[in-house]
């Protein structure tokens, strides 16, 4: 399966543009209209991006727990520490060896990666016995 990344207009929070991209390695799609002219100027001291948010389709994993379930993505396993509502909090299953500060919210078909791993990688459950989703991963990077 290839990765697709989706990209979104970088005035969206301020206008709500529909102006949107989805790149499939060397390949862009654009689709959606910007709701707002293009830019005429350019400032160089705001043209510093403070973090930027990849949002790509990818697939997690989830092991039916004898209390709670674990969640896999990226050969990391993450065990709930909140629900609510409207959505489900993750805490990396590594917290107390390491106190590794890797989140994630999940909401329906969106999970969001809080913060990186101070660990490698490393899962020993066989994947193929796990449940399967695919989801629309969204990560702010700084």
Known sequence: MQHKTMWICTHY????CRGRGTS????????GKHNHPPSTSFNKSKAVCKYVTLIRQGMIY???????????????????Y???HDNTRWRCSWYFKTKCKSRLI????????????????KTSRNLSNCQRQYVYIRRRLT
Do not use: M
């Not at 499939?24 to 689709?31: A, E, L, P, R, W």
């Open 24 to 31: 499939f390695g060397k390949t862009v799609k654009i689709t």
């Open 106 to 121: 999940s909401s329906g078909k969106i999970v969001e990666v809080l913060n990186e791993h101070n660990h490698l990688a």
């Open 13 to 16: 929070y301020k206008t709500q």
């Open 62 to 80: 989830v092991v039916s727990g004898t209390r709670n379930p674990i969640l896999i993505l990226d050969e990391n396993e993450y065990t709930i």
């Open 82 to 84: 909140s629900k609510r």
